[in-house]
């Protein structure tokens, strides 16, 4: 399932709105119907949202996000961690395609670690 999926099955089944579902998630309406048809207008490829987005998504969801990303491991959904620099234009795509849910967390682990290590040295 791709995370645009997920949120139009949430949308429909709790009668939400994209506006309304943007609102929540504090993202903008045209954001979530760009995920929803998983299309980047800007590259003309499928959408790679970020880690930070799914985190808003998942909370308006009430859904904790390893859970949306155990689903989004089960195709090819790409998202990207930004770096620690927050103007950076440095974005790190990665697959999660075949990864369990604890390398997903060892993943994100050492994200935290690497970002934690730069802000204190």
């Known amino acids: ?5 997920l949120i139009k099955k949430y949308r429909t089944e709790n009668k939400i709105s994209q506006r309304d579902f943007a609102k929540l998630c504090d993202l903008s309406h045209t954001y979530i119907s760009a995920l929803e048809k998983n299309f980047d207008s800007r590259t003309g490829k499928p ?6 987005c799914i985190k808003s ?12 990303l155990h689903l989004l491991e089960e195709n090819t959904q790409e998202f990207i961690i ?8 440095e974005y790190y795509k990665i697959n999660v395609e075949g990864l369990t ?5 060892e993943l994100k682990q050492f994200v935290d670690f690497i970002r934690n290590k730069k802000k204190h040295s």
């Open 47 to 52: 959408i790679a949202p970020t880690l930070d």
């Open 82 to 89: 930004r770096t620690d620099t927050p103007n950076s234009p």
């Open 101 to 105: 849910q604890e390398d997903i967390e």
């Open 57 to 68: 998504i998942a909370k308006a969801m009430n859904m904790p996000i390893g859970t949306i």
């Open 1 to 5: 399932m791709y995370l645009g999926e």
